[in-house]
C-alpha cells in the first residue's frame, strides 16, 4: 500500500530534550516536505526537499533540522525543543510535476508537546 | 507569505453552491487545492497550473486566475462528506516551496 509513515504519532517531551520524528515514504517520490498544523494558522511548510541531499527553508524553519540522505526518509529533527513547537506535525511526500510538486500524500501526523 | 483565504468559514444546506476564494499578494505559479476532515491528514483535490484554466471533478472544480493572483473553489451541489476544511497552497515561483493558507471551515448540514 502507497503512504507515507510517520513516528511517535504522539509524544509528550521535556524543554531541550533533542527528539526526532521519522518520515517514510514507499512511493519513490522525489519531493518531501514537513508542515506544522496550530489552530487558526493553517499548515505552515518547515522545510522541503526537491531531492536526496537537496533540502530548502519553509517559511517557519526556526528550531528545527532535516536532512534527505535517502530517497524514502526526511526525518524532522528538533535539537532543543521549547514549548512553542508544540504543535501537529504532518510529513508530506509527492512526485515531482513540471517544475514544483505534485499531489502531495501526507502522513497521518505527529502531535508533539513541549512541557 | 500566506494566501489569503476567504470565507473564514461557511454553513450550507445540503445541495446548496459555494465559494471558497484564495489570493495572493504574488504572482502565481500554481494553486494546490485540498480538504482536511478533523482529526485526519489533508486529501488533495486538485493543481492549477495555467491561468483561467478550470480543473474539477466531480461536483467541484477551480478556476485560477493569473492576472488577479487568485483562484476560487467551486462545489455544486454540496453534499455531507464535502465538509471540512480547504486549504489552498501556493507557489510563487517555480522553487518548489508551497505555502498554505490558513483554511476555510465548511459545513454542510442536511
Known amino acids: 500500500e502507497a503512504q507515507v509513515t510517520q513516528n511517535p504519532r504522539y509524544l509528550i517531551t521535556v524543554t531541550g530534550k533533542k527528539l526526532t520524528v521519522t518520515c517514510s515514504q514507499n512511493m519513490n517520490h522525489e519531493y518531501m516536505s514537513w508542515y506544522r498544523q496550530d489552530p487558526g494558522l493553517g499548515l505552515r511548510q518547515i522545510y522541503y526537499s526537491m531531492n536526496v541531499e537537496v533540502t530548502d527553508k519553509g517559511d517557519v524553519p526556526e528550531g528545527y533540522k532535516v536532512s534527505r540522505k535517502e530517497k524514502r526518509n526526511f526525518p524532522l529533527i528538533l535539537e532543543s525543543p521549547s514549548p512553542n513547537q508544540t504543535s501537529l506535525y504532518f510529513c508530506?511526500?509527492?512526485?515531482?510535476?513540471?517544475?514544483?510538486?505534485?499531489?502531495?500524500?501526507f502522513g497521518e501526523g505527529s502531535r508533539l508537546t513541549v512541557l | 507569505q500566506q494566501p489569503v483565504q476567504s470565507p473564514q468559514a461557511v454553513i450550507l444546506r445540503e445541495g446548496e453552491d459555494a465559494v471558497i476564494n484564495c489570493s495572493s499578494s504574488k504572482a502565481l505559479y500554481s494553486v494546490h487545492w485540498y480538504r482536511q476532515k478533523h482529526g485526519e491528514a489533508p486529501i488533495f483535490l486538485m493543481i492549477l497550473l495555467k491561468g483561467g484554466e478550470q480543473k474539477g471533478h466531480d461536483k467541484i472544480s477551480a478556476s485560477f486566475n493569473e492576472k488577479k493572483q487568485q483562484s476560487s473553489l467551486y462545489l455544486t451541489a454540496s453534499q455531507l462528506s464535502y465538509s471540512g476544511t480547504y486549504f489552498c497552497?501556493?507557489?510563487?515561483?517555480?522553487?518548489?516551496?508551497?505555502?498554505f493558507g490558513k483554511g476555510t471551515l465548511l459545513t454542510v448540514n442536511p
Open positions: 497552497g501556493t507557489e510563487t515561483s517555480s522553487n518548489y516551496k508551497l505555502t
Open positions: 508530506a511526500s509527492s512526485p515531482i510535476l513540471g517544475q514544483g510538486p505534485g499531489e502531495l500524500f
